[in-house]
């Protein structure tokens, strides 16, 4: 946006609209001033004659000024006002310019301007006149100021004006208190055009800390739409003036401004927004009102109004929504359908009767070209991550309990529109909302949300989409009573589609996590996840299980959080297994253990890769539970012998029974998990006195579930093994210190098979 359109000295917008005039545009005087009782009053450049009588004040000012069409006359037009203010008011003392007064220096100044030439000796004696003008109180000032705003329109006068003072004199004036309203509206005039694109008088202003006081004109309804675009170019284009003005409390400036008064689109509007652009990277939100964000959005949703001004305005309201303080009062005072609307009404082709009653405007900004569509997608993106982290507050959950209230219903509803950033955040916002066993049986118990999530996950396609509505679900899996509805949904059937190294990584790994959150305890889910891929027992699909496909991401995967996360599903499989054995369903379920070993020799693989990763101690205390879990069976003792294989694996397996594991980073807390202790109890070496309870806590579990381990390999499989391996491992089971390394014995383990 170039420098402010023309403006009358009501301040009011002329119909040239911003980005479209001359950069030299400047603040001008169109009308009388606000407090002027003579609407005829005119500009006139005659030289009043000495012993003329002036009746008022205001048939002096109407006199003593220039017309506009005349600039270049502003010596003229100032050597009638200081003769009217010496005669009139003997408010000025000229005798430090001799008998004759300054007035044959106008004289020659005003004729070398209309060549071209800029007396500074004559703008220093003018600024000298207006000095003691001002400090002697003259009602003639705000005639001076006048001229003086009219004349910096033109872009010759606005250095000189800085080189000379005549700047600081006015700085001086605007920030003086309970100044006449004329006065103040001429003077800022006068500073707004004097700084286009002159970086110098920008400075000057800054350094002389002038900007709080314009800033603070903001505040009276007569000035501030003058102050507007005084400000803007003050702050256009010039990083110094931003950063002050940011610093002088700006932005809470034009928010209160907008709460105060109804500004209509067009250039007014405009600055303005172009105002808060530039304090959106340090915005000082605390000074705001707290009804800033209804504020903004109101304002953004006015018809009428230009794509870039709407963005501005919802940017901001995005500033106030990230702090704790506006967040709070969106959530409890129920005005989240606000931001709401707002995206929902800037997305393509969209019908909106949800928010009938939002109290924001039925309207979208009319989009021009691609570029204007992409700055409302880029605004849809930080409305949803602003939505997303009110939505994952506390206070959230508890204002928006009721799961039949008019927002969770629109959010339910934008989950089958074919818009993918309106999905997204249905999908974001419900699944914070889903965080506790009652609301997520509500969701799914009541509206039946799992069967709007299904079509999404089958067909759909956006990446960001997915991962959320994977989430979504997983969350609402959490309750045992739902895993068993998700699953007669078919949803493992569903989600199988993303268990492919060809789908991205961030997508598959929330789907294999979905997988293992539904079986976590659900054995009817177990057994769907062991169903073959095809029931025509004539098809190779036949002998194939969704866990095939699992194993087979396991395989092709290079993500090392998905290969982990594969393992857990199978880990989770063991438990829920082991679980049904406890409750005395052993019968049922060793149909099921047959099928898990029999199809997928190989199960072992991943879960071994469990406790030999060093880097979250509770995946290794998984994977030795499920280990240990595992050598319980003979067909699952048959299944670990390819583990044993392995050096990395044995490596472990040695120094967790021994006590000397070097694996010590403990990743994140995990509760006491149940292991399977026998009595044989192994010899304990002394633990590193830094080591944390809950570490050594976790060590003693997982070297109790290695022991178990290798009890159970050499009651299943021991008369199977060769005698350097079987030796190896009872040498562990009984805590005696082998007198070969681990290298050379799995070589010889190797060399005896």
Not at 456 to 480: C, E, Y
């Amino acid at each position: 946006m170039d420098e402010v359109s023309l403006i009358s000295d009501h301040g009011s917008p002329k119909a040239e609209t911003p980005g479209t005039h001359d950069p030299s545009s400047t603040i001008s005087s169109h009308s009388p001033s606000p407090t002027s009782s003579d609407p005829s009053s005119s500009l006139s450049t005659s030289i009043l004659p000495q012993d003329t009588e002036l009746t008022s004040l205001e048939e002096v000012l109407a006199r003593l000024t220039v017309k506009e069409d005349q600039p270049g006359r502003m010596f003229v037009a100032l050597s009638n006002i200081f003769r009217a203010a010496q005669d009139r008011e003997r408010s000025i003392d000229l005798s430090r310019f001799g008998s004759d007064g300054p007035w044959t220096l106008f004289q020659r100044a005003d004729t070398s301007s209309q060549h071209g030439y800029r007396d500074l000796e004559a703008l220093r004696a003018i600024k000298d006149i207006t000095d003691q003008m001002h400090w002697r109180g003259s009602q003639l000032l705000v005639a001076v100021a006048k001229a003086l705003a009219d004349a910096s329109r033109d872009s010759a006068w606005r250095i000189p004006f800085g080189e000379t003072g005549i700047l600081d004199s006015f700085l001086v004036i605007v920030g003086t208190e309970h100044i006449d309203g004329d006065l103040a509206l001429h003077s800022l005039r006068l500073i707004g055009n004097t700084c286009v694109d002159v970086d110098e008088n920008r400075q000057r202003l800054i350094e002389s800390n002038s900007l709080r006081s314009i800033i603070r004109r903001l505040e009276d309804s007569q000035l501030s739409s003058i102050a507007i675009p005084v400000i803007y170019n003050i702050c256009a284009d010039y990083d110094p003036a931003q950063r002050s003005a940011r610093a002088n409390g700006l932005g809470p400036s034009l928010v209160n401004l907008l709460s105060r008064d109804s500004i209509a689109p067009g250039a007014q509007l405009s600055y303005t927004c172009r105002l808060l652009d530039y304090c959106l990277e340090d915005f000082n939100q605390q000074s705001s009102p707290i009804q800033a964000v209804e504020i903004l959005l109101k304002t953004a949703s006015v018809p009428g109004l230009d794509v870039d001004d709407c963005v501005s305005l919802v940017d901001a309201a995005i500033v106030h929504l990230k702090e704790e303080r506006f967040q709070s009062h969106a959530i409890t005072q129920q005005l989240l359908d606000l931001p709401l609307a707002m995206l929902f009404r800037s997305c393509p082709s969209q019908q909106h009767p949800d928010f009938a009653n939002a109290g924001v405007m039925n309207v979208v900004p009319p989009v021009r070209d691609a570029e204007e569509e992409e700055e409302l997608s880029r605004m849809r993106r930080s409305l949803i991550d602003c939505l997303s982290d009110v939505s994952a507050s506390p206070e959230f959950a508890v204002s928006y309990a009721d799961v039949h209230s008019p927002l969770i219903g629109s959010l339910l509803n934008w989950l089958s529109v074919p818009q993918a950033q309106l999905q997204l955040c249905s999908c974001i916002m419900l699944g914070n909302l889903a965080r506790s066993d009652q609301t997520c049986n509500a969701i799914i118990s009541q509206l039946q949300i799992h069967t709007l999530l299904a079509p999404i996950l089958k067909s759909g396609s956006d990446t960001q989409v997915l991962h959320s509505a994977l989430g979504f679900m997983r969350n609402l899996g959490l309750p045992l009573e739902n895993k068993q509805i998700l699953g007669e949904a078919d949803i493992i059937v569903i989600i199988s589609r993303f268990w492919t190294s060809e789908v991205l990584p961030l997508v598959a790994h929330a789907a294999v996590s979905l997988t293992r959150q539904m079986i976590n305890g659900s054995l009817p889910n177990v057994r769907k996840l062991l169903a073959p891929l095809s029931p025509d027992p004539e098809s190779p699909a036949h002998t194939k299980t969704y866990l095939s496909l699992l194993l087979s991401l396991f395989d092709n995967t290079d993500d090392m959080t998905i290969k982990l996360e594969v393992a857990r599903v199978i880990a989770a499989i063991l438990r829920t297994i082991n679980s049904a054995v406890s409750s005395d369903l052993e019968g049922p379920v060793q149909s099921i253990l047959d099928r898990l070993y029999l199809l997928h020799p190989d199960i072992s693989r991943p879960v071994s890769m469990m406790v030999t990763q060093s880097q979250w101690q509770i995946v290794r205390s998984e994977g030795w539970f499920a280990l240990a879990l595992m050598a319980r069976s003979a067909a699952g003792s048959a299944a670990i012998d390819a583990a044993l294989q392995q050096v990395e694996f044995f490596a472990a397996l040695e120094q967790t029974i021994r006590g000397q594991s070097s694996l010590s980073n403990t990743g994140s807390s995990v509760p006491a998990r149940r292991s399977l202790s026998e009595t044989v109890t192994p010899e304990r070496s002394t633990e590193p006195e830094s080591m944390s309870s809950q570490e050594k806590d976790m060590r003693a579990k997982d070297r109790e579930n290695a022991m178990v381990l290798v009890h159970e390999l050499l009651k299943n499989r021991g008369d199977d093994m060769a005698d350097i391996r079987r030796n190896a491992l009872d040498d562990l089971l009984q805590g005696g210190e082998s007198q070969l390394s681990t290298e050379k014995m799995m070589n010889k383990m190797t060399r005896g098979n």
